[in-house]
């Protein structure tokens, strides 16, 4: 099972396509017409999914800047002190996060697979000329992180009810942690 939702979306958007609106009676007007929709809406969504990150950091980036803006010309009563005084904390708070919100998603994928491909290349090299030691010790990591990956993978997926011990899969939540480095 794949978890990257591109994908995930084009094996959906190719069922559609090719088995699912093909079966549905042409008679029925209305269910070809909403199949279709969903269609559109699912290629729509492929399409801007990797633009998503970047509009919702474009639109808090806006906000930020409307706020910075009022908060320099208002001025007024009570009410408005007590408006400007709610705003102000919120406005560094999310400062901050657009300053953590740098890395694009296109750059955090070819970590990912860079990452993969080098860490691959080390532990074929401990193979080769490894000692012992090292081997049993990389061994021990390598298996901790499969298991830990494992478990994330199957908690993602286990809104598609498939895992035969579903009810013993913790939420996807609590094993994303914050990152740690």
Not at 44 to 59: A, F, I, K, S
Not at 67 to 78: M, N, Q, R
Not at 104 to 110: D, G, R, T
Not at 153 to 164: K, T
Request: hydrophobic share 45%.
């Amino acid at each position: 099972m794949e978890l990257r939702p591109e994908l995930q979306l084009k094996a959906a958007i190719k069922a559609l396509k090719d088995t699912i609106i093909p079966a549905v009676d042409s008679r029925h007007g209305v269910a070809v017409e909403q199949a279709n929709l969903v269609l559109h809406s699912l290629e729509m969504v492929v399409e801007n999914l990797p633009r998503q990150y970047g509009y919702d950091r474009h639109e808090l980036d806006s906000w930020v800047s409307l706020a910075s803006e009022l908060i320099a010309v208002v001025e007024g009563g009570e009410l408005t002190g007590q408006a400007v005084a709610a705003l102000e904390p919120l406005l560094q708070h999310h400062r901050d996060t657009l300053a953590r919100a740098r890395a694009e998603p296109a750059e955090l994928h070819q970590g990912i697979l860079a990452m993969r491909e080098t860490i691959s290349a080390l532990v074929t090299a401990v193979l080769d000329d490894g000692s012992n030691e090292a081997q049993v010790k990389m061994q021990h990591y390598l298996f901790s992180s499969a298991k830990q990956q494992l478990l994330r993978e199957r908690s993602w997926l286990a809104p598609m009810g498939l895992d035969p011990e579903l009810s013993s899969l913790p939420p996807i939540e609590s094993l994303l942690d914050a990152v740690k480095t």
